[in-house]
């Protein structure tokens, strides 16, 4: 097997530059390894060699993210690596973030192997874990050679195509992606022992765990609807006619803002439904089937409501990958809350 | 979809007139839509009103 | 009612002068077999190759997989390849080791793979048996969907020619399948009554008109009904798409049923259904399923499994929710597809599922020596998601990443699988 060529991103601290005050520094590059890259170095032995470091002050990484990782990737590349290794960061969030970034990068962009490490509270873990194996170093720099020595055996099975343990195993922090793994058991006869264990009342454990929602709290009944401010959402992909704001009309990641004031009814040639999940054609021909806005102003006039607040906020709920859903929920949530809003009416398709 | 809304945890949800027009009923002639819309969204204010 | 399944343990199988078995080869004469395939009008010509377990070769385009049957005294395969018919009684030959593997060769973005040696022969049952591939190339301007019936045959007509070679052998095993009728089938007390509720396809995609799958009907409008379980294993059922009639004839949960039968369960029997496509079609179907299991079978407990796509998990847990409204207890198989959350619905009443495997789990196959079925598979190699549109073929000879469930018998809805999942 060939010695896997590795690349080893750290801070402005571990490769030695300075401390705080050298946070500024922009990105570099220097061959071999550098700091913790020679515990780096030794773990890999025969098998792999760190053929160059890469490194950025914290502060000039946060704040020039997107240029300094093009540039710390265009110097990695020159060194042909295959693996990149980025920390640990530990409890350092900044660095946390940074390691995460970069390893995201390299995996996407250069489509190569990276482990990063860090402690599982950083704000880089809880960015990045889903989409990179971040190993958890904990929070004190003394667990610095264990953690390498996990990073690095992680870092050789992903270069080497070798299938990955479990969490528990291999050091990382869980990323909710589900696996396969063999078991000496076939399903048919795991079931047929589910079954009888239920019938004779013995504990048994079902092996799919319902989706966790992270559900929130209702929120307390509304006292006064005379005074209340309501506003309109939709799931139903309303857009004003052209689809100005460009929503997809499947797999959403945004949501559009529609001005109602003075409006009394959604004229059907100034507003369209786009959605991907359900046949438009009615909602179209009379857009108050989809947001009623007829209806609302009809009893904002009678008092029934105190008043409907200005804007309906709009997205489409085809395909939603779960987290889309619910950063564009908190968002409308938050404006809505921001503008003195007291209750929603959501209409769904 | 209420089954999907509650498993979910959005308790607060009442029966639309359906998939393709939430708050409408195109088999009904235009006022009787009308009605039935404005029905529809009381009874949803009314369930704003409720503990749940 | 009881099957003799006489089964042949076949050692290898190979090309030779006659069709035949002899010390547990298992010889085909080629240019026969062709000949007999080459009957069907649609088809142009009709190629055979041989796979063996072990070695660097790979099958694509996979339409289905049969177990080389014949029923001594008919019929085979009735309604779909034979007359009508009954099955699942007398005495049936079985090659063992010995798969029919059709391809289609008007596939275009059928991901349905075999790889006869390394990573994925280690999840499917279909890596180890010695496979006749059968390639049909259709005539020009036939049409898809009947050239695709035809294939179906043509595996039908393959499977039974070969296992009609074991005509004049003695099984090296016989297996008996009885089962008693309902109302003689009493048990001990003791002994739980488990019923198998088996909604055997879902019409999300319909089936053709002139599509065989039970019995040769076409199940359009298929209510649920009791059926006999060795009908099942002895060539009534073929599947439409979303499985392998192999897992039919060798189904795993009959198969677990009747061998724990009079052991520490009773069989009570198998509720026989399809998956229709309306929430009150699928309210009428699962409640009359569950019925049949409690009210006619007198089950105490019932499994469940699917055929299908997403929209069926909706049914089994219909049925689970029946069952156990009525006073059953339910345990169900569920394949899980999506690596965040395996499946997406499971309401707060259900705690008894059984994962065969998790489909879209990346997994890399290593370059072939020699592939049969095709060229190229349609395939974005980058990115096996395949949510870009514009997928390019990739030679399929190359080192492929695809999903695991594309391995032909590596998760299969009907419980076979070496498998079960985590949370990584």
Redesign the interface.
């Known amino acids: 097997m060939n010695r896997i060529r590795v690349v080893h991103y750290l801070n402005q601290f571990f490769a030695q530059i300075g401390g705080e005050d050298k946070g500024d520094i922009g990105p570099g590059v220097k061959a071999g390894p550098l700091g913790p890259g020679r515990a780096l170095q030794q773990t890999l032995g025969e098998n792999g060699e760190v053929v160059a470091t890469i490194f950025c002050g914290d502060n000039y990484f946060a704040e020039n993210q997107d240029e300094t990782i093009d540039a710390l990737l265009r110097f990695a590349v020159e060194h042909k690596p295959d693996l990149l290794i980025a920390g640990p960061a530990f409890e350092s969030g900044r660095y946390g973030v940074a390691c995460g970034a970069i390893c995201h990068a390299a995996q996407q962009k250069l489509r190569i192997a990276a482990v990063a490490g860090m402690d599982e509270d950083n704000v880089g873990a809880g960015l990045y874990r889903k989409t990179i194996y971040i190993v958890n170093s904990g929070v004190t720099i003394a667990r610095m050679v264990p953690t390498i020595q996990r990073m690095a055996a992680l870092g050789l099975k992903l270069a080497q195509n070798r299938p990955i343990g479990k969490p528990e195993e291999e050091g990382y922090l869980r990323r909710g992606i589900k696996r396969n793994e063999f078991t000496a058991k076939p399903p048919a006869e795991r079931a047929v022992d589910m079954l009888l264990a239920k019938l004779r009342g013995a504990e048994f454990h079902s092996e799919i765990a319902p989706p966790q929602f992270a559900g929130s709290k209702p929120a307390a009944a509304l006292r006064e609807l005379s005074s209340a401010v309501i506003a309109l959402v939709t799931d139903g992909g309303l857009v004003p006619e052209g689809n100005p704001d460009n929503i997809e009309p499947g797999r959403p990641t945004r949501f559009t803002t529609i001005p109602i004031t003075g409006v009394d009814s959604l004229e059907a040639d100034k507003y369209d439904a786009v959605h991907s999940g359900y046949d438009t054609a009615i909602a179209n021909r009379d857009p108050n089937r989809l947001v009623p806005l007829d209806t609302m102003r009809e009893l904002e006039r009678e008092g029934v409501i105190g008043k409907l607040h200005e804007f309906v906020h709009s997205t489409g709920g085809a395909h939603a990958a779960v987290e889309n859903a619910t950063v564009i929920g908190k968002d409308i949530a938050q404006r809505l809350k921001a503008a003195g809003v007291t209750g929603v009416i959501l209409t769904s398709t | 979809m209420i089954p999907v809304a509650k498993e979910v945890g959005s308790l607060r949800a009442i029966p639309s007139g359906g998939i393709v027009s939430p708050t409408g009923n195109p088999e009904l002639p235009p006022e009787k839509e009308k009605e039935f819309r404005r029905q529809l969204i009381l009874r949803a204010l009314q369930t704003l009103q409720e503990e749940v | 009612m009881r099957l003799d399944l006489g089964c042949i343990h076949i050692k290898d199988v190979r090309f030779g002068a006659a069709t035949g078995i002899e010390d547990q080869i298992l010889s085909i004469n080629r240019d026969e077999l062709i000949s007999l395939l080459e009957q069907e009008p649609l088809f142009e010509r009709v190629e055979i190759e041989l796979a063996h377990p072990g070695e660097s070769c790979r099958i694509i385009h996979v339409l289905d997989v049969l177990e080389p049957r014949y029923r001594m005294n008919g019929p085979n395969f009735p309604g779909a390849l034979d007359g009508n018919g009954l099955v699942g009684d007398g005495q049936t030959r079985a090659l063992k080791n010995v798969a029919v593997v059709e391809t289609d060769q008007l596939a275009t973005r059928s991901r349905n793979i075999i790889d006869m040696s390394g990573p994925a022969a280690?999840y499917s049952p279909i890596a180890k048996t010695h496979n006749v591939v059968l390639l049909p190339y259709p005539k020009p301007g036939a049409d898809k969907d009947d050239y695709r019936l035809a294939v179906k045959k043509a595996g039908l007509k393959a499977a039974v020619y070969l296992a009609a070679a074991a005509k004049d052998c003695a099984p090296d095993e016989t297996k008996i399948f009885e089962l008693p009728p309902v109302a003689f089938n009493q048990g001990p007390k003791e002994l739980?009554r488990?019923a198998y509720i088996f909604p055997m396809h879902s019409h999300q995609h319909p089936t053709q008109q002139r599509e065989t799958v039970f019995y040769g009907s076409n199940i359009q409008g298929f209510m649920p009904t009791i059926v006999h379980p060795n009908e099942i294993l002895d060539g009534a059922l073929m599947f439409s798409y979303s499985a392998f009639t192999w897992f039919a004839q060798n189904h795993?949960?009959i198969?677990?049923?009747y061998r724990?039968h009079g052991l520490?369960?009773w069989f009570a029997g198998v509720v026989l259904t399809v998956a229709p496509v309306t929430i009150a079609e699928k309210e009428r179907n699962t409640a009359i399923a569950a019925r049949l299991a409690k009210e006619t079978l007198g089950a105490?407990?019932?499994?469940a499994t699917k055929i299908g796509g997403g929209a069926v998990d909706t049914d089994l847990m219909m049925i689970y929710t029946r069952a156990e409204e009525m006073g059953m207890?339910?345990?169900?198989?569920?394949m899980?597809r999506?690596?965040?959350?395996?499946?997406?619905?499971?309401?707060?009443n259900?705690?008894?599922?059984?994962?065969?495997?998790?489909t879209r789990?990346p997994i890399?196959l290593p370059a072939v020596e020699r592939v049969i079925g095709g060229d190229a598979i349609a395939l974005d190699n980058?990115n096996p998601d395949n949510s870009n549109p514009g997928i390019s073929l990739t030679p399929a000879r190359e080192k492929l990443n695809l999903w695991?469930g594309d391995i032909v018998g590596a998760?299969s809805q009907?419980?076979?699988?070496?498998?079960?999942?985590?949370?990584?």
């Open positions: 280690e739980p488990i795993p949960v198969h677990e049923l724990r520490d369960l105490d407990g019932i499994l207890k339910a345990a169900l198989i569920i899980e999506y690596p965040d959350t395996g499946i997406t619905f499971v309401p707060a259900v705690n008894a599922l059984v994962t065969p495997g998790l789990d890399s980058a695991m998760i009907v419980g076979a699988s070496r498998l079960t999942t985590y949370m990584s």
